[in-house]
């Protein structure tokens, strides 16, 4: 039961973030602080949601049933990384401060911090 809450949470704040990114990318002109806090964040939760749909799919595909909640949370947890690198990228690159040097090191924190975050959740179980 708690996947399908997961699932139709998750599926409806996306869609709400898609609609509101493509409101601010179409309406609106970035003059304040709050329209471009608003941008990443939606942003972030349209790439989280969509990436974790697509993983989620190919999990379901690839087991023909509902996957089992230790590899819905896996997708949960690949595609909060997945869409927190593509923001810092996005970002970074708006200040013009994106670089090879400042890719590995947000590649290398985020690896990092799945690693722990992955002995944490192992250790518990």
């Known amino acids: ?3 399908r809450v997961l699932l139709f949470s998750l599926f409806t704040v996306t869609v709400f973030a898609i ?3 493509i ?3 179409f ?3 970035p003059s304040g602080i709050d329209v471009i806090s608003l941008f990443y964040v939606s942003l972030f939760l349209t790439i989280f949601g969509l990436v974790f749909m697509v993983g989620y799919g190919l999990s379901w595909l690839r087991f023909q049933s509902l996957p089992s909640w230790s590899s819905t949370a896996t997708a949960f947890r690949l595609s909060a ?3 927190v690198a593509a923001t810092i990228f996005l970002l970074l690159r708006s200040f013009s401060l994106l670089n090879l040097a400042t890719t590995i090191v947000v590649i290398v924190g985020l690896a990092i ?3 722990t975050f992955r ?3 192992t250790l518990k179980q």
Do not use: D, F, S
């Open 1 to 3: 039961m708690r996947t």
């Open 19 to 21: 609609g509101i990114l």
């Open 23 to 25: 409101t601010l990318l």
């Open 27 to 29: 309406n609106t002109a």
């Open 81 to 83: 990384w997945i869409a």
């Open 113 to 115: 911090l799945e690693l």
């Open 119 to 121: 002995k944490r959740i």
